[in-house]
């Protein structure tokens, strides 16, 4: 038993209150016939010590509890306060159940958890309201007010709780509009962001519609081109087989070598007297997979006369030897290279 907490407890109840409890118990206070509002003030120890004195009745009287808290419809019993937690105990404090009901009620169950809850209320509100004890939270209570200064208390406090949620939902609107707000914020960017970025693609795939539409006249102004000597090259090699035999009748020292494209330059013509095997631009494509082409072991490509289309149509053997010229000046330089052997 925590006499000291018990003895705090019985000092705050109110006069009126404490008469009642007295009366109820059938207790016998010394030195006085009858306890009233007169002689209760100066028979403040007395009381007290004759109460803890018939503490088993104290004990069942706050374990039998059945209140109406003055700002609430319904009964609360012992048993109720024992299952609330620290918070909705200083709830029902400010809903104007006395002190001495909530601590007597856990104080006198036979569980030592109440017996720990009623100090941490104790704890939890003197810190609350910044006292050093609770005769110091109930002083205003001392003189006891009439019902209506009563009231008064119990209906600022209701209204300081109200205020108190009213702020409280207040505060998480704010927050939840700012919520919401940045959402929609960046909501708004991302969908100018990729507005912008399906602007700038749309505008590089016009760009590119535009520059592969000029690329497709000119591929179809070669191709016409490459066409046209095409038919002419088709013409003038009608027969083949005699232009392959009179090239491999030659014999000398450019005799495995084959020319793509003809320069039409006294140096050629001369050499392909010696045997020098020149084919013009335009028949190149009738000779591109034939055995004629395989039969040199050196290939050698003029490649600012031959198009890069004839160029890829060409077939070359692994064991073939490729030169390609860029200009006319490498031939020469290489024709004298090889005359001067």
Known sequence: MDKK????????????ELIGIIKSLNIKIKGFRELNTKNISASKKIVTVQL????????KYYNNLNIKPINSGKQISSEDIRSLGKEKLITIYEDGLNLHFILGALLSSEKTEHHNKAEDFKVLILNKYQKNNLAEIEMSNTNEPSGNAQNIKVNVKKIEKKLDEYKKKNQQLTKELNT????????????????NVLKKELKIEKEKSKA????????????????????????LLSNSNEVASSIEEAQNLFSEILILGDPQNEITDNLKKKGLNVVNTRDILQISNTDFIKSFSEIWILSFLVPAQYKRRIKIEKNQLINDFKDFKALREE?????NR
Do not use: C
Not at 180 to 195: F, M, Q
Not at 214 to 235: D, G, P
Not at 335 to 339: D, N, S, T
């Open 335 to 339: 024709l004298e290279r090889r005359m």
């Open 212 to 235: 592969n539409e000029k690329k497709m006249v000119e591929i179809n102004s070669e191709l016409a081109h490459y066409n046209q000597q095409l038919r002419e090259a088709q013409e």
């Open 180 to 195: 919401l707000s940045k959402k929609y914020k960046e909501d708004i960017k991302v969908l100018t962001d990729s507005n």
């Open 52 to 59: 803890m004195n018939n503490f088993e009745k104290i004990i």
């Open 5 to 16: 907490l018990w003895k705090e407890i019985i000092g705050v109840i109110p006069d009126t």
